[in-house]
């Protein structure tokens, strides 16, 4: 089952399935800057793509994403990235990802 998630999607400290502690988890990642975590400085995204020009920006974050999530969150995998581009949003150079994932793994 495939499921689209997107940072404007609220939080539940008490996820009720393991598909949607996996989105959390997921959102979790993408919503955190690398370096920011105490004791784990290496989770979550760079943020070194902002002043890149918009296409290589895409790119190069789309890869992170990709890597970050096999590495944190195992259960998930990316089918599809793409970007929500509004005119307000476009012109003030901001990217926001919408994810399309599987939930996999032994425990989901």
């Given at each position: 089952m495939q499921h689209v998630l997107n940072l404007s999607q609220p939080i539940s400290f008490a996820p009720g399935?393991?598909?949607?502690?996996?989105?959390?988890?997921?959102?979790?990642?993408?919503?955190?800057?690398?370096?920011?975590?105490?004791?784990?400085?290496?989770?979550?995204?760079?943020?070194?793509?902002?002043?890149k020009p918009i296409h290589i920006a895409k790119a190069l974050i789309q890869a992170e994403i990709i890597e970050a999530v096999e590495r944190w969150e195992p259960r998930a995998v990316i089918d599809k990235i793409e970007f929500g581009e509004q005119a307000e949003d476009a012109m003030d150079g901001l990217l926001n990802p919408i994810i399309t994932l599987s939930i996999g793994g032994a425990n989901a």
């Open positions: 399935t393991v598909a949607a502690e996996v989105l959390q988890n997921v959102r979790t990642i993408l919503a955190t800057r690398k370096g920011t975590v105490p004791l784990d400085r290496d989770f979550g995204l760079e943020w070194e793509h902002v002043d």
